[in-house]
């Protein structure tokens, strides 16, 4: 018998968002009631300036927030850096590690990723550990091998459906408003889970597999509907409510 995963749809605010944006958030808290919460995790991952604001706004409603990186150690002598002791002291329950844009822009190898996650299990936090191939990897077939390496290096062993999730983020698919076919994502989620099992064995057919990239309320019922596909991880259209709230509603 299948199992029933619960949908979660995150929403990755990058580097946006001020004090103000707080009113954002609240927009989406006012239009997440029932059904909606009824069927569906909802997570806003703001900028770490702006978590503790956002955990406040948002204590009891449907709407937990989470970090969007964390440093490997709990605390020391690492300028700029965030640990995932001090994200949970903020009021997160999640955590992003190795988005592309973190890979890319601060060189975060596999291992670099392993250890975020390891560091967010230490402190309690659910890790969604981001993986995703390039453009050029796809062309040359080579994305379902890129993605499996991926996930072996980064996802740390013993993990449960408690403590990951994982996102697929093809790069060539972000803020480019291109995505993948349905069969692409459904063939990659497939793979995941299956490399999930692995290492996790039985408990794999519980972990979420986010599908993100391009994400809009236009191209979701498709893809958040397709096989193994157990909610989105959407970066510019979180940044709306309206927007946000209608890609959760691909569930009801
Ligand atoms: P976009 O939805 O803006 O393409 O970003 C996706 C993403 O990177 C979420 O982490």
């Not at 597999?209 to 970066?235: F, H, M, Q, R, W």
């Amino acid at each position: 018998m299948p199992v029933a995963r619960r949908p979660l749809v995150a929403g990755n605010w990058k580097m946006n968002g001020l004090r103000h944006s707080g009113a954002e958030l609240l927009a989406m808290i006012e239009g997440c009631g029932a059904p909606l919460a009824e069927k569906v995790d909802l997570l806003i991952c703001p900028p770490a300036t702006l978590l503790a604001q956002f955990a406040a706004e948002a204590a009891g409603s449907p709407i937990a927030v989470g970090g969007q990186d964390c440093h490997k150690k709990a605390s020391g002598a690492h300028t700029g850096d965030v640990s995932a002791e001090m994200l949970a002291d903020a009021g997160a329950r999640f955590v992003i590690v190795g988005h592309s844009e973190r890979r890319s822009d601060h060189q975060e190898s596999d291992e670099t990723v392993r250890a975020k996650a390891q560091a967010a299990w230490r402190t309690g936090l659910t890790a969604i550990v981001c993986v995703g191939e390039t453009q050029a990897q796809r062309e040359a077939g080579e994305a379902l091998a890129v993605v499996a390496a991926q996930v072996r290096g980064s996802v740390p062993d013993g993990a449960s459906a408690d403590t990951l999730v994982v996102a697929y983020e093809p790069v060539w698919a972000i803020g480019s408003g291109l995505v993948p076919t349905v069969e692409d994502v459904e063939e990659m989620h497939g793979e995941i889970r299956r490399v999930l099992s692995e290492r996790a064995g039985a408990e794999a057919a519980r972990v979420r597999i986010l599908y993100g990239g391009s994400v809009k309320p236009e191209n979701c019922t498709a893809l958040l509907n397709a096989a193994d596909v157990d909610g989105a991880l959407v970066g510019g259209a979180s940044l709306k409510a309206g927007d946000f709230l209608a890609i959760a509603r691909a569930y009801l």
